[in-house]
């Protein structure tokens, strides 16, 4: 080792899902949406010139947090946009989550970024099994913590928790951040948005990259009270004023606008899983009950590792983890009625 290294931040990377270079696979490995996003999008594309990327873009993303503010009936003043959601709760991470001694606590089984950002930052982090059935046991939230960070529905589980169990959480941890990651929350959840007025202890953070179509475009945000609004502002401002670009900035409006397209769309989504859950089922395969754009499903018999090698050989992406509890499963983005079908084919030869 070169004695310079001995100051060098060493962190062990987040390792996203495969993008293949081959663009004829069938992918359902990222929980990326398959259908276009809303058509406004597409429109405001082709008004916008090279000339509209001279200028810095705005810091204070104005137009998209007036349009979030309005759909989501809060002030603008409770909204935080980012570069995917990624952004938003890398920033939170290292805006909240700022205590050396009391570990955050999150789910053994959850979204793989969050023991990244601890690592990255120098958080300790404390990771609490889920129960059986791969849900939350709100009592295990209930010990001293520097904060609280869980997706809802969960990742990679896709198992949803009720409102009130998480209200309870958040009632009982007045003294931590509570983050609820609502990524998937689109796809039949319910929000916990209704408590960001009553508990000033939680954050709820979305994205565009789901439900909206839109995980090219990175765009993610956060809604909570005004004060960590301000705290993730100065954070960010303290770090780069200009995350995010022009173009997402002026497209994600034209997204939010468009309510009925967005609602066809996830309804779309869960009319097919609902359908892909009964055909997986009638395989021989078992699952949670997915309330996200996926399904985490293992097979009676055969060894999920042997599927995913064999479904990628036939070109169709699903995504793997060779991981303590779950390695015996396969998550696989919900896309559309043709793909699904494909896919079905496809595992009838292999299981
Ligand atoms: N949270 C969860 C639970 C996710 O699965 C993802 C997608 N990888 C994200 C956040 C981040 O999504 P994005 O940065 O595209 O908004």
Same mark, same amino acid.
């Given at each position: 080792?070169?004695?310079?290294?001995?100051?060098?931040?060493?962190?062990?990377?987040?390792?996203?899902?495969?993008?293949?270079?081959?663009?004829?696979?069938?992918?359902?490995?990222?929980?990326?949406?398959?259908?276009?996003?809303?058509?406004?999008?597409?429109?405001?594309?082709?008004?916008?010139?090279?000339?509209?990327?001279?200028?810095?873009?705005?810091?204070?993303?104005?137009?998209?947090?007036?349009?979030?503010?309005?759909?989501?009936?809060?002030?603008?003043?409770?909204?935080?946009?980012?570069?995917?959601?990624?952004?938003?709760?890398?920033?939170?991470?290292?805006?909240?989550?700022?205590?050396?001694?009391?570990?955050?606590?999150?789910?053994?089984?959850?979204?793989?970024?969050?023991?990244?950002?601890?690592?990255?930052?120098?958080?300790?982090?404390?990771?609490?099994?889920?129960?059986?059935?791969?849900?939350?046991?709100?009592?295990?939230?209930?010990?001293?913590?520097?904060?609280?960070?869980?997706?809802?529905?969960?990742?990679?589980?896709?198992?949803?928790?009720?409102?009130?169990?998480?209200?309870?959480?958040?009632?009982?941890?007045?003294?931590?951040?509570?983050?609820?990651?609502?990524?998937?929350?689109?796809?039949?959840?319910?929000?916990?948005?209704?408590?960001?007025?009553?508990?000033?202890?939680?954050?709820?953070?979305?994205?565009?990259?789901?439900?909206?179509?839109?995980?090219?475009?990175?765009?993610?945000?956060?809604?909570?009270?005004?004060?960590?609004?301000?705290?993730?502002?100065?954070?960010?401002?303290?770090?780069?004023?200009?995350?995010?670009?022009?173009?997402?900035?002026?497209?994600?409006?034209? %997204? !939010?606008?468009? &309510?009925?397209? #967005?609602?066809?769309?996830? @309804? =779309?989504? /869960?009319?097919? *899983?609902? +359908?892909? $859950?009964?055909?997986?089922?009638?395989?021989?395969?078992?699952?949670?009950?997915?309330?996200?754009?996926?399904?985490?499903?293992?097979?009676? %018999? !055969?060894?999920? &590792?042997?599927? #995913?090698?064999?479904?990628? @050989? =036939?070109? /169709?992406?699903? *995504?793997? +983890?060779? $991981?303590?509890?779950?390695?015996?499963?396969?998550?696989?983005?919900?896309?559309?009625?043709?793909?699904?079908?494909?896919?079905?084919?496809?595992?009838?030869?292999?299981?």
């Amino acid at each position: 080792m070169m004695k310079w290294e001995e100051n060098v931040r060493k962190v062990v990377p987040y390792v996203p899902g495969e993008q293949p270079k081959d663009k004829n696979v069938i992918k359902l490995n990222t929980n990326e949406n398959p259908y276009p996003p809303a058509p406004g999008v597409e429109e405001l594309m082709n008004t916008m010139t090279y000339q509209d990327f001279r200028l810095y873009p705005d810091t204070d993303a104005t137009e998209l947090t007036k349009s979030l503010a309005k759909f989501y009936g809060v002030r603008e003043s409770q909204i935080f946009v980012g570069v995917g959601s990624d952004d938003v709760l890398g920033m939170a991470f290292m805006t909240f989550f700022n205590n050396t001694e009391k570990p955050v606590l999150f789910p053994d089984i959850t979204y793989s970024f969050y023991d990244v950002w601890a690592d990255l930052y120098r958080i300790p982090y404390k990771q609490i099994p889920l129960d059986e059935d791969f849900h939350i046991r709100k009592e295990d939230y209930l010990i001293e913590n520097g904060g609280i960070i869980f997706p809802n529905p969960n990742a990679p589980t896709g198992v949803l928790e009720s409102v009130n169990d998480i209200e309870d959480i958040v009632k009982a941890n007045p003294e931590s951040v509570v983050i609820i990651d609502e990524a998937y929350i689109d796809f039949g959840g319910q929000s916990c948005l209704p408590l960001v007025e009553k508990y000033e202890n939680l954050m709820v953070v979305q994205t565009f990259s789901k439900s909206r179509s839109m995980a090219g475009m990175r765009i993610g945000f956060a809604i909570a009270n005004e004060k960590m609004i301000d705290y993730l502002k100065a954070a960010k401002f303290s770090y780069n004023s200009y995350t995010m670009n022009m173009p997402s900035l002026i497209m994600g409006v034209a %997204s !939010v606008e468009d &309510k009925a397209y #967005f609602e066809q769309t996830c @309804e =779309k989504i /869960i009319t097919t *899983r609902e +359908w892909f $859950k009964k055909e997986m089922k009638a395989l021989g395969f078992v699952f949670t009950d997915s309330y996200s754009n996926f399904l985490f499903a293992e097979h009676k %018999s !055969v060894p999920a &590792k042997e599927i #995913f090698d064999k479904l990628k @050989e =036939k070109k /169709i992406y699903v *995504r793997y +983890w060779n $991981k303590a509890r779950i390695n015996n499963r396969l998550r696989i983005t919900i896309g559309t009625d043709e793909q699904m079908q494909q896919l079905i084919e496809a595992l009838k030869e292999i299981v």
